[in-house]
């Protein structure tokens, strides 16, 4: 199959090609594209005979030539897992005549599908994951499913932590892209601040949720950078629970992509699981609201898959207790193909890789 560089009339709408279409993703997107620029990696728009696109992000090696791309979660789902493999093998060949010598993937594909196998029928192997997990918690929407019937299918007690939070006089803020006089709906407020300003204060929430939870972010201005470009294009939600008195208690980061809303950050302070404990729940619910009301077909609430293992947690392991309280909502877990690579040129993938982890070696301060 011909692939080519995408032309002016269709970079105008990439989006629409890539994020989109069900199971578009957002870091396909043209906002993703720029940002990754910032920071050395060189996109490539292309796009297939078939009508098919994808964004590929390349690195090239210090001194030798040659590079390794990525295709953040593409190509996105289409057809079966046989023609899903004709694309991503027609995207390589491509990368490969650009002098590429090493191609990853991570396309959000059911493993039922069987796009494994066929991805290692075109020489795609499977690798440990680029993104921070493999598998999803996926609420399925749609088909007549409506904000009553969702409350019905959420655990009792949860149902009750998401009503005491409201009886609580908890209010949840709404961050996204919309007019001045555009309706928010029922349950979210209006921000009274500046977006920068709520993110800011969101990733200094990740930064004490991590410390709880053992895990760590990269640096704010990438971080807040990015969050701000995607919330700038419509990509980005943020939901920021308040007390009565105003106090920040919780928040939880979505994108809006592909027909579904998809979880990608929650924090809470430590705090606030003591006073006001449905705090959580609430935004879930919201968020949840949210996805009904916009016709998505699915509310997608992240992965939990124990790292390394890439399985659901077992109870007294640390994801354990998020698994369960994502599963109370009627979440179903999820499993994806996960990342595989295509290695085109062992000895300069090598000797690229020693170099390129030289070169960071040499940079660190």
Same mark, same amino acid.
């Given at each position: ?182 309706? *928010?709906? !029922? /349950?979210? +407020?209006?921000?009274? $601040? #500046? ?9 200094? &929430? =990740? @930064? ?22 995607? *919330?700038? !294009? /419509?990509? +980005?939600?943020?939901? $920021? #629970? ?9 928040? &939880? =980061? @979505? ?27 609430? +935004? ?16 997608? @609430? ?64």
């Amino acid at each position: 199959m011909d692939v080519r560089p995408a032309n002016a009339r269709e970079l105008e709408v990439w989006d629409d090609l890539v994020v989109t279409p069900g199971g578009g993703h957002v870091y396909q997107s043209m906002a993703w594209a720029r940002h990754r620029a910032t920071s050395g990696w060189r996109p490539h728009h292309l796009v297939a005979a078939d009508g098919s696109a994808v964004l590929a992000l390349e690195r090239r090696w210090p001194f030798i030539g040659g590079g390794s791309a990525y295709l953040p979660r593409g190509p996105i789902p289409a057809g079966d897992a046989r023609a899903m493999a004709v694309r991503l093998d027609a995207f390589t060949g491509w990368l490969a005549g650009a002098g590429i010598d090493v191609v990853a993937s991570d396309a959000e594909i059911p493993a039922s599908s069987g796009y494994p196998e066929q991805a290692r029928a075109i020489g795609f192997g499977p690798i440990e994951e680029i993104q921070p997990s493999r598998h999803r918690l996926t609420l399925p929407l749609g088909h007549g499913v409506d904000e009553t019937s969702a409350l019905a299918g959420i655990a009792k007690a949860t149902r009750q932590r998401i009503r005491a939070a409201e009886r609580a006089g908890v209010g949840v803020i709404r961050h996204d892209r919309l007019p001045p006089d555009a309706p *928010l709906g !029922a /349950g979210f +407020l209006w921000p009274g $601040e #500046a977006q920068e300003v709520a993110l800011d204060r969101f990733y200094d &929430l =990740l @930064l004490e949720t991590g410390e709880r939870r053992r895990f760590s972010f990269g640096p704010r201005a990438d971080y807040v950078a990015w969050w701000g470009a995607a *919330l700038a !294009a /419509g990509w +980005l939600v943020l939901l $920021e #629970a308040r007390s009565s008195e105003g106090e920040p208690l919780a928040g &939880l =980061l @979505l994108y809006r992509h592909g027909g579904r809303l998809s979880t990608v950050h929650s924090g809470d302070h430590a705090a606030t699981r003591r006073s006001h404990p449905g705090s959580l729940h609430l +935004l879930r619910w919201r968020a949840i609201q949210l996805a009904i009301r916009e016709g998505c077909a699915e509310m997608d @609430l992240g992965g939990v898959d124990v790292a390394g293992a890439r399985r659901p947690p077992a109870e007294g392991e640390p994801t354990y207790g998020l698994y369960e309280h994502k599963r109370s909502f009627g979440a179903m877990w999820l499993e994806l193909s996960g990342a595989h690579e295509r290695v085109l040129r062992p000895r300069r993938y090598a000797l690229g890789r020693a170099l390129a982890g030289a070169a960071r070696l040499v940079r660190r301060p």
